[in-house]
Protein backbone atom coordinates (compact mmCIF):
# COMPACT_ATOMS: atom_id res chain seq x y z
CA UNK A 1 0.00 0.00 0.00
CA UNK A 2 1.05 3.21 -0.93
CA UNK A 3 1.22 6.16 1.50
CA UNK A 4 2.52 10.16 1.37
CA UNK A 5 5.97 9.58 3.37
CA UNK A 6 9.01 11.72 4.07
CA UNK A 7 12.38 11.18 6.57
CA UNK A 8 12.37 14.17 8.47
CA UNK A 9 14.86 14.96 11.74
CA UNK A 10 13.20 15.49 14.59
CA UNK A 11 13.15 18.73 17.36
CA UNK A 12 13.70 18.38 20.58
CA UNK A 13 10.35 20.38 22.34
CA UNK A 14 12.69 23.54 23.75
CA UNK A 15 13.62 24.11 20.06
CA UNK A 16 10.21 23.33 18.22
CA UNK A 17 9.07 25.95 21.33
CA UNK A 18 11.28 28.48 20.16
CA UNK A 19 11.01 27.64 16.33
CA UNK A 20 7.00 28.29 16.90
CA UNK A 21 7.34 31.92 18.34
CA UNK A 22 9.24 32.70 16.04
CA UNK A 23 6.25 31.69 13.50
CA UNK A 24 4.03 33.73 15.68
CA UNK A 25 5.65 36.53 15.64
CA UNK A 26 5.73 36.57 11.67
CA UNK A 27 2.61 36.24 11.52
CA UNK A 28 1.48 39.11 13.94
CA UNK A 29 3.86 40.75 11.82
CA UNK A 30 2.09 39.89 8.22
CA UNK A 31 -1.71 38.62 8.38
CA UNK A 32 -0.84 37.27 5.19
CA UNK A 33 1.25 34.36 6.44
CA UNK A 34 -0.44 31.27 8.76
CA UNK A 35 2.41 29.87 11.09
CA UNK A 36 2.81 26.05 11.48
CA UNK A 37 1.72 24.13 14.64
CA UNK A 38 4.91 23.06 16.86
CA UNK A 39 3.89 19.85 16.86
CA UNK A 40 4.58 19.67 13.12
CA UNK A 41 8.06 21.53 13.15
CA UNK A 42 10.98 19.48 11.54
CA UNK A 43 13.90 19.41 8.88
CA UNK A 44 12.90 17.74 5.83
CA UNK A 45 15.47 15.07 4.77
CA UNK A 46 13.65 13.31 1.81
CA UNK A 47 10.35 13.78 0.41
CA UNK A 48 9.34 10.78 -1.07
CA UNK A 49 5.10 11.39 -1.85
CA UNK A 50 3.21 8.21 -2.43
CA UNK A 51 5.46 5.12 -1.97
CA UNK A 52 5.42 1.97 0.49
CA UNK A 53 6.57 2.34 3.34
CA UNK A 54 8.20 -1.58 4.66
CA UNK A 55 9.79 -0.79 1.55
CA UNK A 56 11.45 3.29 2.58
CA UNK A 57 12.24 1.05 6.52
CA UNK A 58 14.20 -1.41 4.82
CA UNK A 59 16.34 0.96 2.65
CA UNK A 60 16.67 3.63 5.46
CA UNK A 61 17.67 1.91 8.88
CA UNK A 62 21.04 0.04 7.41
CA UNK A 63 22.35 4.28 6.28
CA UNK A 64 21.87 5.96 9.86
CA UNK A 65 24.44 7.68 11.08
CA UNK A 66 25.07 9.89 14.40
CA UNK A 67 24.68 13.27 13.79
CA UNK A 68 26.36 15.92 15.53
CA UNK A 69 25.20 19.33 17.48
CA UNK A 70 23.78 21.78 14.87
CA UNK A 71 22.38 25.35 15.37
CA UNK A 72 19.33 27.45 14.45
CA UNK A 73 20.21 29.94 12.12
CA UNK A 74 19.24 32.81 9.72
CA UNK A 75 15.03 33.41 9.60
CA UNK A 76 15.01 34.06 5.52
CA UNK A 77 11.93 33.63 3.21
CA UNK A 78 11.81 31.32 -0.02
CA UNK A 79 8.71 31.75 -2.33
CA UNK A 80 5.68 30.54 -0.58
CA UNK A 81 7.47 29.99 3.04
CA UNK A 82 9.77 31.38 5.51
CA UNK A 83 11.99 29.35 7.14
CA UNK A 84 14.66 28.85 9.94
CA UNK A 85 18.00 27.77 8.65
CA UNK A 86 19.70 24.98 10.53
CA UNK A 87 23.92 25.30 10.36
CA UNK A 88 25.08 21.71 10.32
CA UNK A 89 29.02 22.80 11.89
CA UNK A 90 29.89 19.08 11.57
CA UNK A 91 28.68 18.33 8.00
CA UNK A 92 26.78 15.18 9.76
CA UNK A 93 23.74 16.24 8.72
CA UNK A 94 24.65 17.17 4.84
CA UNK A 95 26.30 13.62 5.09
CA UNK A 96 23.38 11.49 6.72
CA UNK A 97 21.17 13.26 4.17
CA UNK A 98 23.39 12.13 1.41
CA UNK A 99 23.50 8.67 2.42
CA UNK A 100 19.74 7.90 3.06
CA UNK A 101 18.52 9.90 -0.62
CA UNK A 102 21.56 7.57 -2.74
CA UNK A 103 19.88 4.42 -0.87
CA UNK A 104 16.06 5.55 -1.86
CA UNK A 105 17.33 6.80 -5.27
CA UNK A 106 18.76 3.15 -5.66
CA UNK A 107 15.96 0.55 -3.89
CA UNK A 108 12.99 3.07 -4.28
CA UNK A 109 13.00 5.28 -7.50
CA UNK A 110 13.26 7.78 -5.53
CA UNK A 111 13.94 11.61 -7.56
CA UNK A 112 15.92 13.41 -5.74
CA UNK A 113 14.44 16.92 -6.75
CA UNK A 114 16.96 18.71 -4.25
CA UNK A 115 20.81 16.86 -4.30
CA UNK A 116 22.23 20.44 -3.00
CA UNK A 117 20.58 20.07 0.71
CA UNK A 118 19.13 23.34 2.21
CA UNK A 119 18.73 22.16 6.08
CA UNK A 120 15.76 24.60 7.35
CA UNK A 121 12.53 24.32 9.37
CA UNK A 122 9.74 25.81 7.86
CA UNK A 123 7.60 28.17 10.43
CA UNK A 124 5.34 29.82 8.49
CA UNK A 125 3.47 29.77 5.31
CA UNK A 126 1.90 31.84 2.75
CA UNK A 127 -2.46 32.23 3.24
CA UNK A 128 -3.98 30.69 -0.11
CA UNK A 129 -0.59 28.32 -0.48
CA UNK A 130 0.80 28.78 -3.76
CA UNK A 131 -1.44 31.47 -4.63
CA UNK A 132 0.49 34.04 -2.84
CA UNK A 133 3.96 34.44 -2.64
CA UNK A 134 5.85 35.53 0.77
CA UNK A 135 6.51 39.26 1.32
CA UNK A 136 10.09 40.01 1.20
CA UNK A 137 11.66 41.43 4.36
CA UNK A 138 15.26 41.96 5.87
CA UNK A 139 16.68 38.26 7.52
CA UNK A 140 16.07 38.20 11.00
CA UNK A 141 18.66 36.76 13.52
CA UNK A 142 18.63 33.04 14.93
CA UNK A 143 15.69 32.25 17.48
CA UNK A 144 15.91 31.25 21.42
CA UNK A 145 17.55 27.87 21.96
CA UNK A 146 19.89 28.27 19.03
CA UNK A 147 22.53 25.14 19.76
CA UNK A 148 21.08 22.02 19.98
CA UNK A 149 21.79 17.86 19.66
CA UNK A 150 19.27 16.08 17.39
CA UNK A 151 18.14 12.60 18.79
CA UNK A 152 16.43 10.68 15.64
CA UNK A 153 15.22 10.51 12.64
CA UNK A 154 11.76 9.44 11.31
CA UNK A 155 9.50 8.10 8.64
CA UNK A 156 6.55 10.51 8.56
CA UNK A 157 3.29 9.54 6.59
CA UNK A 158 1.66 13.27 6.10
CA UNK A 159 -2.52 13.53 6.06
CA UNK A 160 -4.26 16.64 4.70
CA UNK A 161 -6.50 18.07 7.32
CA UNK A 162 -8.33 20.90 7.68
CA UNK A 163 -5.88 24.11 9.04
CA UNK A 164 -3.08 22.34 7.40
CA UNK A 165 -1.46 18.55 7.29
CA UNK A 166 -0.70 16.08 10.32
CA UNK A 167 2.04 14.34 9.88
CA UNK A 168 2.16 11.06 11.64
CA UNK A 169 5.65 9.59 12.59
CA UNK A 170 5.65 5.89 11.49
CA UNK A 171 9.34 4.54 12.56
CA UNK A 172 12.03 6.40 14.48
CA UNK A 173 16.09 5.72 14.44
CA UNK A 174 18.13 7.03 16.89
CA UNK A 175 20.93 9.58 16.00
CA UNK A 176 22.09 10.86 18.85
CA UNK A 177 26.10 11.35 19.71
CA UNK A 178 25.68 9.16 22.34
CA UNK A 179 24.50 5.96 19.84
CA UNK A 180 27.95 5.28 19.27
CA UNK A 181 28.04 3.74 22.46
CA UNK A 182 25.70 2.01 24.92
CA UNK A 183 23.78 4.54 26.95
CA UNK A 184 21.33 4.57 29.82
CA UNK A 185 17.84 4.48 27.33
CA UNK A 186 18.78 0.42 26.84
CA UNK A 187 21.49 0.33 24.84
CA UNK A 188 20.12 0.88 21.79
CA UNK A 189 22.58 2.06 18.84
CA UNK A 190 22.61 4.50 15.74
CA UNK A 191 20.19 3.33 13.06
CA UNK A 192 18.57 0.77 15.82
CA UNK A 193 14.98 1.72 16.03
CA UNK A 194 12.91 3.00 18.88
CA UNK A 195 9.59 1.83 19.23
CA UNK A 196 7.40 1.94 16.11
CA UNK A 197 4.40 4.03 16.09
CA UNK A 198 1.78 1.82 17.96
CA UNK A 199 4.05 -0.49 19.40
CA UNK A 200 5.62 -0.94 22.91
CA UNK A 201 9.49 -1.40 23.44
CA UNK A 202 10.53 -4.35 24.32
CA UNK A 203 11.70 -5.52 27.74
CA UNK A 204 13.81 -7.84 29.20
CA UNK A 205 12.47 -10.79 31.90
CA UNK A 206 13.04 -9.95 35.25
CA UNK A 207 15.92 -11.01 37.43
CA UNK A 208 14.25 -13.89 39.12
CA UNK A 209 15.63 -14.90 42.74
CA UNK A 210 16.21 -18.62 41.37
CA UNK A 211 18.95 -16.77 38.46
CA UNK A 212 20.52 -14.83 40.91
CA UNK A 213 21.02 -17.54 43.42
CA UNK A 214 22.56 -19.01 40.16
CA UNK A 215 25.04 -16.27 39.91
CA UNK A 216 25.74 -15.71 43.36
CA UNK A 217 26.83 -19.65 43.21
CA UNK A 218 28.88 -18.74 40.21
CA UNK A 219 30.84 -16.01 41.55
CA UNK A 220 31.45 -17.95 44.94
CA UNK A 221 32.81 -20.96 43.22
CA UNK A 222 35.10 -18.76 40.70
CA UNK A 223 36.47 -16.90 44.12
CA UNK A 224 37.03 -20.61 45.89
CA UNK A 225 39.35 -21.42 42.96
CA UNK A 226 41.15 -18.31 42.66
CA UNK A 227 41.89 -18.36 46.41
CA UNK A 228 42.89 -21.98 45.93
CA UNK A 229 45.41 -21.38 42.78
Do not use: N, Q
Amino acid sequence: MSERLFVALELPAAVRAALAARGEELVAADAGLRAVRGESLHVTLCFLGDADPDLVRRLVAPEIRPVGALELATTRRRAHVVAVEVADPSGSLTALRARIAAALVAGAGYVDDHPRFWAHVTVARARGGATRRVDPFRPLPAPAAAEFRPEAVALYRSRLAPGGSRYEPLERWKVGARSLRHDETGGRHAGEPVARSGSSPRRRPALTSWHASVRLSRRSRVATVKASA
